[in-house]
């Protein structure tokens, strides 16, 4: 199937781009937070109400064309769109053409801390009839490259050499940096975007009301993401998408040997590319 046969791209889309479980929920509030802020107020905001995957369209919901999904046909410019796809399924006509101002923000996280939270995801959707997915096994699916939407280190590595490529296609953040610093990248994404903070915006103190209504303590406790319904149309409830929201939690859950041959592989995949996670 061919993403160019279900999806009709506009030169002005903003896509948050991740491999699952880097961060996706967190960007999809930043990002929405960010380009929507003067519509919204910080004390009544929609992700006070909606999760954010209610509030980005999921760009495979569309392809696959789930029946509970709105069209992002019938949506107003600017879209924003959330996809877990590698950047090289898109059209050329995004991705490498320089007259289209579409713009991808990506976001990825330390591979041991990502094999960790997907066992826990995992686990959590897993049929109650079955036994638990034993860290062992995620552990082997996923250093042999058996991940949804393809092998880890070659999703990160397609988005980075984008954006070295199309600096101004492509913005590679770190789940570890924004952790770290995450004013810096509320800023970063909205100069990225061409909707920069103004003095004023910054003496009201905006970005520090995003980040702190996008952190993890925040949306976590939400009433809306406490929720654990699923259902057979949905079977990911809001709560699930809410864990720990840690930098370095595999230290409580790997082995030395995983750690190592982990990064072993991590360090031959990025060699010679000018990216690395530390
Ligand atoms: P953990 O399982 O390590 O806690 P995704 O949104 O891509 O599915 O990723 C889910 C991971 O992001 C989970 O990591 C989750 O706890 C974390 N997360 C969700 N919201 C977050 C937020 N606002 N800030 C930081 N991390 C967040």
Redesign the pocket.
């Known amino acids: 199937m061919l993403i160019d046969d279900h999806f009709n791209p506009r030169p002005t889309d903003i896509i948050v781009a ?12 930043l990002v929405f937070s960010i380009i929507n802020r003067n519509s919204f107020d910080f004390n009544d905001h929609p992700l006070s109400k909606a999760n ?1 995957r209610d509030l980005v369209h999921f760009l495979e919901a569309h392809i696959r064309g789930d029946r509970s999904t709105v069209s992002i046909d019938g949506l107003l410019s600017p879209r924003l769109l959330s996809t877990h796809l590698p950047y090289s399924l898109f059209p050329k006509c995004m991705t490498d053409d320089a007259s289209s101002a579409c713009r991808f923000v990506y ?1 990825c ?1 330390d591979p041991k ?1 990502v094999l ?2 997907k066992w ?2 995992a686990n959590k959707l897993r049929p109650k009839e079955l036994p638990p997915l034993p860290l062992e096994e995620a552990f082997e699916l996923f250093s042999n490259g058996v991940s949804h939407y393809g092998p880890f280190w070659d999703h990160v590595l397609g988005y980075w050499k984008a954006s070295l490529e199309w600096p101004k296609k492509v913005l590679c953040l770190k ?1 570890e940096d ?2 770290k610093e995450p004013s810096g990248c509320v800023r970063k994404v909205a100069e990225y975007l061409g909707v920069p903070f103004s003095p004023e915006e910054e003496k009201k103190g905006i970005v520090e009301e995003i980040v702190k209504l ?3 303590e ?3 406790n939400q009433d809306v993401n406490k929720s654990d319904t699923r259902s057979r149309q949905n079977p990911m409830s809001n709560s699930d ?6 930098v370095g ?1 595999w230290v409580n859950h790997l082995s030395p040997q995983m750690s190592e041959i982990l990064d072993k592989i991590t360090e031959q995949k990025f060699q010679g590319t000018g990216f690395s996670f530390h």
Not at 18 to 29: E, F, M, Q, V
Not at 241 to 246: M, N, S
């Open positions: 991740t491999s699952p479980k880097c961060g996706t929920t967190w960007l999809r509030a954010p976001i996280r801390d960790v939270s826990h995801f789940y924004v952790k996008c952190s993890f925040s949306l976590s998408f809410f864990r720990k929201g840690e939690d």
